[in-house]
């Protein structure tokens, strides 16, 4: 299994619809992390959780929910988007939330807000 | 605020050529740098990384080292290969955690 799996990695839908985003790493880390990737654009950081608390929120419009359920997994829940929050969202994992800077990521899930 | 500016792409390179893509930054104090890489269809993995000013990260064939005076991280490969396409990102770290700044990201394509 490769270290970071993300599903859907794709995913349609209309804008009164809730969906979630999964993301599962089996590195034994414990932090973990959203990312929107746009394009022509510098990825930005969404939600970090760290040992299952949230310790980052950048910010992020509250049609975005996240999940973390224990330090495996990590959610993102979707509803009453907007066509403009279509983009690649990608998780990513690392040991620990320290000075390192050394993030696993998934391969993303696209999404696109109709 | 921290900031990464890096050179808008595509390059496009024969095989075999030199690659130079630019890299400059702004921080506060002396953040850690790295390299990441997005091969088509996959995450971003780290491709090297310098942690204080003159380190030179290296892998692969590729280098960057940190250079303070020019805030400047650019990422230098002698010899292209086609498998070497795809996109590159700088970004830096400032220590309060893993909070990463990423530029936009330079695509790079190499051809036969």
């Known amino acids: 299994e490769t270290g970071v799996t993300q599903t859907p990695r794709h995913l349609v839908m209309g804008m009164t619809n809730k969906k979630s985003l999964k993301c599962e790493q089996h590195?034994?880390?414990?932090?973990m992390y959203w990312y929107k990737q746009s394009a022509k654009k510098p990825l930005e950081l969404m939600f970090v959780?760290?040992?299952?608390?949230?310790?980052e929120n950048n910010s992020v419009p509250s049609r975005f929910s996240p999940e973390c359920p224990n330090s495996s997994h990590l959610f993102l829940h979707l509803h009453t988007l907007q066509p403009e929050d279509s983009a690649l969202y990608l998780c990513a994992s690392s040991q620990d939330w320290g000075e390192n800077g050394e993030l696993f990521f998934g391969e993303g899930s696209r999404l696109t807000v109709l | 605020g921290n900031s990464v500016t890096q050179m808008e792409g595509p390059v496009t390179l024969s095989e075999e050529a030199f690659l130079t893509i630019n890299c400059t930054y702004t921080a506060t104090g002396y953040p850690s740098l790295f390299w990441y890489v997005q091969y088509p269809g996959e995450g971003l993995q780290l491709l090297l990384k310098?942690?204080?000013?003159?380190d030179k990260g290296s892998n692969k064939g590729f280098e960057a080292t940190y250079r303070k005076e020019t805030t400047s991280f650019h990422l230098e490969k002698g010899s292209v290969q086609v498998s070497d396409s795809a996109v590159y990102f700088c970004?830096?770290?400032?220590?309060?955690?893993?909070?990463?700044?990423f530029g936009t990201g330079t695509q790079l394509k190499v051809e036969l």
């Open positions: 970004a830096l770290s400032d220590h309060r955690g893993n909070k990463l700044t």
């Open positions: 310098a942690t204080k000013a003159d």
């Open positions: 959780y760290n040992f299952k608390e949230q310790t």
């Open positions: 590195l034994g880390h414990n932090a």
